[in-house]
């Protein structure tokens, strides 16, 4: 399995905006997905954005389009979400994960990923 680590979270004002970032050890080979989750306190981990990494295609939560971005460095085998106009309700740890996927859909399940990385705590204060 991949080693997947975060970096990027922290304490931001509501309004302002945060980059993370999640390295992959070693190359990511064309047929994996790329996915970003989060889970506040006492919630269930939910779904924020995921990238086919073989073409870039991108996928959100509906109700996170339009203010997160997620995107890849091929050379550097980074994932980004790129967060911005943060809100309190955006606290969370967030987690990016893995998974060798060919479908046609998209993997917008935690139960879909098999590899996960250990998390980075973001806090949106209002």
């Known amino acids: 399995q991949k080693q997947l680590v975060e970096s990027g979270g922290g304490l931001v004002q509501a309004g302002g905006s945060l980059r993370l970032s999640c390295a992959a050890s070693g190359s990511i080979f064309s047929m994996y997905f790329m996915g ?9 981990r939910e779904f924020v954005a995921a990238i086919r990494w073989n073409n870039g295609n991108t996928y959100y939560a509906d109700r996170l389009k339009g203010r997160f971005t997620i995107s890849r460095d091929n050379v550097k085998n980074t994932v980004y979400l790129q967060m911005n106009k943060l809100k309190p309700e955006d606290t969370a740890v967030y987690y990016c994960a893995t998974q060798y996927y060919t479908g046609s859909t998209y993997l917008s399940e935690a139960r879909d990923y098999g590899n996960w990385g250990q998390g980075t705590q973001v806090t949106v204060s209002s």
């Open 36 to 44: 970003w989750f989060r889970q506040a306190p006492g919630k269930e």
